[in-house]
């Protein structure tokens, strides 16, 4: 449990290392992130801190409440909010209002990389499941692309739960794990990070210390 911070993905470069190898990378605007709300095991039975990131430029978009809740911790409306659980003594080092360092992460370093995967409609098994097709020699016709039997007969009589069939295709929460940072840019809130991450470009990402790496 740690504090993360949320990015938005401009899209994909390659820059060149120390020897010359080029490397594939994803560029993250990852802030100005603020503190918006600071929650303790007192008052909201756990610890957390929400954090705000995007400022909405209209005042005619956010409702009366919600300005309320950004204005109680003196910042300017965020369009997006994210709480990260954090335990009592990480929690001092925060106060509402204050703004989340980019420099929680390092060069070097590796994080997981939250969003939502691009969508790509309704798709057949094929495309979906990656499923090989029917044959397409003797005597196969109108059926190339298909994904065979999908039950049994009379016992149990119907197609079972998880079947891998046709249906809608991305558009879901994906966490790539252990990207290494490649650049941090403090000045203009950028970092890069080794590969792809999910979404497309402009789509909004959380990015927390890798689980599985230090």
Not at 40 to 54: C, I, S, W
Not at 86 to 103: C, N, Q, R, T
């Amino acid at each position: 449990m740690s504090i993360g911070l949320i990015g938005k993905k401009l899209g994909m470069a390659q820059i060149f290392g120390e020897n010359g190898i080029m490397i594939p990378v994803t560029v993250i605007q990852a802030g100005p992130c603020f503190v918006v709300q600071k929650k303790t095991q007192e008052t909201d039975g756990y610890g957390a801190l929400q954090v705000g990131f995007d400022e909405i430029k209209k005042a005619s978009r956010v409702n009366k409440p919600q300005t309320g809740h950004f204005k109680r911790a003196n910042v300017a409306p965020m369009s997006r909010l994210r709480e990260f659980r954090m335990d009592a003594e990480e929690l001092e080092a925060y106060d509402a209002g204050s703004e989340v360092p980019i420099d929680i992460f390092a060069a070097g370093d590796y994080m997981d990389v939250t969003g939502i995967s691009i969508g790509k409609g309704f798709q057949g098994v094929m495309k979906r499941h990656n499923f090989a097709g029917a044959p397409g020699g003797h005597g196969t016709h109108e059926f190339f692309r298909h994904g065979g039997s999908i039950g049994q007969n009379t016992t149990p009589g119907r197609t079972l739960r998880g079947k891998k069939m046709p249906g809608q295709m991305g558009s879901k929460r994906v966490t790539v794990q252990s990207l290494r940072v490649v650049e941090v840019r403090g000045d203009t809130n950028i970092i890069m990070v080794r590969g792809a991450v999910p979404g497309p470009r402009n789509s909004y990402l959380v990015l927390k210390k890798a689980v599985k790496k230090t």
